[in-house]
């Protein structure tokens, strides 16, 4: 099939991206590396991301679980000495499985934020500020803001 020569080819989806209608098992630690953690602590986090201005990059919600999860892709090598309280770090030797960039809502596994462009990923610092500070004022002892706006 050929481009319309008018409109251009139009973007590509990133390689690692399933093809077609059905989700796939992707390898973690090819691409990037993945920080799991519970759908309200995660929501928050995307929150306080967003409102200091820091990129948000892919994020898959498996809400089909007793409490729902949120996987936030991070460059590949972030999840390395991960030790953040209420989160999974996967690096190399897990497998995630990964929805279509279609489907982007409920039921089922879907993208809570989909892909913006193929190198698009949480940075492992903000998203880590970020999960402790959701995390606090979930236990109710937020103190406040600080000079960068995760502590």
């Known amino acids: 099939m050929m481009s319309d020569p008018e409109r251009g080819p139009g973007p590509q989806p990133p390689r690692w991206m399933p093809t077609g209608d059905e989700s796939d098992l992707r390898p973690v630690g090819e691409w990037w590396d993945v920080i799991r953690t519970v759908e309200v602590i995660g929501l928050r986090a ?5 409102e200091a201005g820091c990129q948000v990059g892919p994020v898959i919600l498996h809400p089909e679980s007793l409490e729902p999860r949120l996987y936030f892709l991070v460059p590949a090598g972030a999840s390395s000495n991960w030790n953040e309280p209420d989160t999974v770090a996967l690096g190399r030797t897990c497998h995630i499985v990964v929805p279509p960039i279609t489907k982007t809502s ?13 190198r698009v990923l949480s940075e492992r610092e903000p998203l880590r500020r970020a999960i402790a500070k959701a995390r606090r004022e979930r236990r109710g002892r937020s103190p406040g803001s600080s000079r960068n706006g995760f502590h």
């Open 46 to 50: 995307i929150d306080l991301l967003e």
């Open 106 to 118: 409920p039921p089922g596994l879907h993208w809570r934020k989909p892909p913006s462009a193929p």
